[in-house]
T-cell receptor, first 115, second 116 residues
Framework: GENVEQHPSTLSVQEGDSAVIKCTYS??????FPWYKQELGKRPQLIID?????GEKKDQRIAVTLNKTAKHFSLHITETQPEDSAVYFC??????????????FGKGTHLIIQP | NAGVTQTPKFRILKIGQSMTLQCAQD?????MYWYRQDPGMGLKLIYY???????DKGEVPNGYNVSRSTTEDFPLRLELAAPSQTSVYFC???????????????FGPGTRLTVL
């Protein structure tokens, strides 16, 4: 099955600076890579996603890049704001062998925005 | 639309008790999923369903059962609760055109379950 590794586990940045979170995946058949933001006690909320036929996608201050050859993808947040503080999860679809179509998640990155 | 709803929000069970976690969606999504999230960890897939009458195991199915009699509902059953099942359970749904082409998954608010 798919395995997703996420780094770092905690990231502290000054307000206004950029934050980068990196993930690697193991299954070359995976074709969908979403990023979720989860605030304490809340449900995961999709913030951006990318499919394997695209190398980069941007939505205002948030961007995701995908390197299929190296099997890694990254989340970039620019001009960070206090409301960006949360836990961020990367995930990959597990489309191998006709098995689960659910997502395999990384363990999460706790992003702390310092005022 | 209410989106994905889950009941109850919180529950405490004793070891060996049984319960059903309810999940419903009103977006006419064909795919539904159950995940569990342990403290400080990512979500792990328990079961999923690609449509009414069809269910499949995910990464961590032991100790759970599901059914999908309608498009809208996807209940998760715990038969003999164990402390290892203490977790937050999230239901999710998505619209998928075909297997292997997953669309955006929308999550419910979660059920926090404690087994003592």
């Amino acid at each position: 099955g798919e395995n997703v590794e996420q780094h770092p586990s905690t990231l502290s940045v000054q307000e206004g600076d950029s934050a980068v979170i990196k993930c690697t995946y193991s299954d070359s058949a995976s074709n969908y890579f979403p990023w979720y933001k989860q605030e304490l006690g809340k449900r995961p909320q999709l913030i951006i996603d990318i499919r394997s036929n695209v190398g980069e996608k941007k939505d205002q201050r948030i961007a995701v890049t995908l390197n299929k050859t190296a099997k890694h993808f990254s989340l970039h947040i620019t001009e960070t704001q206090p409301e960006d503080s949360a836990v961020y999860f990367c995930a990959a679809s597990d489309a191998s062998g006709g098995g689960a179509d659910g997502l395999t998640f990384g363990k999460g990155t706790h992003l702390i925005i310092q005022p | 639309n209410a989106g994905v709803t889950q009941t109850p929000k919180f529950r405490i069970l004793k070891i060996g008790q049984s319960m059903t976690l309810q999940c419903a969606q009103d977006m006419n999504h064909n795919y539904m999923y159950w995940y569990r999230q342990d403290p400080g960890m990512g979500l792990k897939l328990i079961y999923y369903s690609v449509g009414a009458g069809i269910t499949d195991k995910g990464e961590v199915p032991n100790g759970y059962n599901v059914s999908r009699s309608t498009t809208e509902d996807f209940p998760l059953r715990l038969e003999l609760a164990a402390p290892s099942q203490t977790s937050v359970y999230f239901c999710a749904s998505s619209y998928s055109y075909h297997r292997g082409d997953t669309d955006t998954q929308y999550f419910g608010p979660g059920t926090r379950l404690t087994v003592l």
